[in-house]
């Protein structure tokens, strides 16, 4: 990544009407870092007169990701949201327009149980990418220059290529504040709507870049998200029925695949692995809201290893894996375990982490787990279905009795488009049948997913 200090061409503020308005941006030359970038990181004026969702700032991404994806165009977005708090807040997306948009026309009626699923105009989803880190400069918006980095952006050129537009929001924030769900939820759902305000300029008002190319009247949406970003996609389809209920009528279905509900559980089951990096990583982003849970955090680590601690700050997630590999990190803290399950913190892992915090969602779910995963529990996922089960959800949740928690990324990737495909072109009743609760042990290996390795 090259870091460039460019000046940006500001243009004139383009819509007036109906809060502060948006602005357009040139294109760098070369992708910045986000704590370099002006567009990304700078607090936008007057940012509590915008409502939520409202665009902030446009601009055409730079770089080649349009040759790298394979899409007609990719734009950056900012745009208002707020965070766990309710304090205004503005975040950043990427989005892709499909070389050949999919369009459909209603065949049937393929709603179950009414949720909405329109079956009609172009498809657009927002993908959550699992990028797992407290430090803004490894935002999935900078990994996608990096397909090294990982793996799952394969499922965003699978959705590419059906021909959905595609939303990769940063959903952490632009203080990264990686598994507080009570933001990321928000982050997501904002950015759909300001997808759909993008969607919806027009030539003039874009000032010359080309329009997006989705029909905002008849686009319906999906998000999708594995792991880290099923947490943030679990929330934002738990909060949609209060926090975005104008999204209700485009809103067609939710994927959530390797959930890892449980806080302390999950970090039983990370701790002393070659995954136990993520676990740094989660606790420094979700203490970025709190100060007193993040002093609570600092002062409990020994003297002797807090700098180790703390360098998780600036790691990617990646990087986190290989600089914690094999290490307990509870062993870090002067209590150790007793210390990550002290109320200060689990009153965190209980208001802002977990699922099923906030209602069950309002459209048909599609969950994924593998029996196997080393990463979370399967009894907990179980649960959280039950309790989504309970509560009306409509819910198609498949057990995989092959795998681990990396192998089930790929092996979830096919049955995932597949079943948003079904929501978008209108054959899902057909294909999936109309009853609420489908629970059930698959045997799923697919080659097709994107390759395995890093998250
Ligand atoms: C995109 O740019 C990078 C860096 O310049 C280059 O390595 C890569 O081959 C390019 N990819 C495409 C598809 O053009
Ligand atoms: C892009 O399209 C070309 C030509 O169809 C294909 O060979 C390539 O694999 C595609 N790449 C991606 C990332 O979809
Ligand atoms: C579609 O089917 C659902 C469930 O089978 C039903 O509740 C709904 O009323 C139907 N909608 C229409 C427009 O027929
Ligand atoms: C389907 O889309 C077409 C054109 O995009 C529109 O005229 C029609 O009203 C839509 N039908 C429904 C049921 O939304
Ligand atoms: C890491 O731990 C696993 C067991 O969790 C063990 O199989 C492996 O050998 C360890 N690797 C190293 C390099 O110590
Ligand atoms: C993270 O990186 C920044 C900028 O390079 C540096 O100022 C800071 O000290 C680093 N923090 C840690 C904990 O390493
Ligand atoms: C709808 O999507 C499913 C899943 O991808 C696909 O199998 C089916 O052929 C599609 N049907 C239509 C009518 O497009
Ligand atoms: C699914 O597999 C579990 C073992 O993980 C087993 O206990 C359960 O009975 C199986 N359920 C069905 C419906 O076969």
Not at 90 to 102: A, M
Not at 208 to 218: K, S
Not at 221 to 234: D, T
Not at 381 to 403: F, P, W
């Amino acid at each position: 990544m090259i870091v460039s200090n460019l000046l940006l061409l500001l243009l004139p503020v383009v819509r007036a009407v109906g809060g502060p308005g948006f602005s357009i941006f040139d294109t760098p030359s070369e992708a910045l870092l986000p704590s370099n970038d002006p567009f990304y990181m700078s607090e936008p004026a007057d940012l509590s007169a915008y409502s939520l969702g409202d665009l902030i700032r446009i601009r055409v991404a730079p770089g080649n990701l349009s040759a790298m994806f394979n899409a007609s165009a990719v734009y950056n977005i900012v745009y208002r949201t707020e965070d766990s708090l309710g304090h205004p807040l503005w975040s950043f997306s990427t989005v892709f327009s499909p070389l050949n948009p999919y369009s459909s026309t209603p065949t049937s009626n393929h709603s179950r149980h009414g949720a909405s699923s329109r079956g009609n105009g172009t498809a657009f989803m927002s993908y959550q990418l699992p990028y797992n880190t407290p430090s803004v400069d490894w935002s999935v918006s900078v990994l996608m220059y990096d397909p090294t980095q990982t793996a799952t952006l394969g499922d965003v050129t699978a959705a590419l290529q059906r021909g959905w537009f595609v939303s990769v929001p940063d959903f952490e924030g632009p203080y990264a504040a990686s598994t507080a769900g009570s933001l990321e939820g928000k982050v997501i759902l904002d950015g759909v709507r300001a997808v759909y305000s993008l969607a919806a300029l027009d030539d003039s008002e874009l000032a010359g870049l080309e329009p997006l190319g989705l029909d905002p009247a008849h686009a319906s949406f999906s998000l999708w998200g594995y792991s880290g970003g099923a947490i943030s996609s679990g929330w934002a389809g738990e909060m949609q029925p209060y926090y975005a209920p104008d999204l209700q009528p485009y809103f067609a279905g939710l994927v959530i695949g390797g959930m890892p509900p449980g806080f302390m559980s999950t970090a039983d089951l990370l701790d002393g692995t070659s995954s136990a990096g993520l676990l740094p990583n989660a606790l420094l982003g979700l203490t970025q809201q709190f100060p007193e849970a993040r002093e609570f955090l600092v002062s409990s680590l020994k003297q002797e290893k807090a700098q180790d601690f703390l360098a998780a700050l600036n790691m990617s997630a990646l990087q986190g894996f290989v600089a914690f590999y094999n290490q307990s990190i509870f062993d870090y803290f002067i209590n150790g375990r007793d210390d990550l399950n002290h109320p200060i913190l689990t009153s965190l892992y209980d208001g802002h982490y977990d699922l099923r915090l906030k209602g069950v969602p309002s459209v048909p779910v599609f969950a994924y787990k593998a029996i196997g995963d080393q990463f979370s529990s399967i009894q907990l996922s179980d649960q959280l279905i039950t309790e989504y089960c309970d509560g009306g959800a409509v819910v198609l949740y498949e057990r995989n009795t092959v795998g681990e928690h990396i192998s089930e990324l790929q092996n979830g990737h096919s049955r995932s488009l597949d079943w948003i495909d079904s929501l978008f072109n209108g054959t899902h009743a057909e294909t999936y049948g109309t009853s609420a609760c489908v629970i059930k042990n698959v045997t799923v290996v697919d080659p097709t997913g994107p390759p395995l390795g890093q998250l």
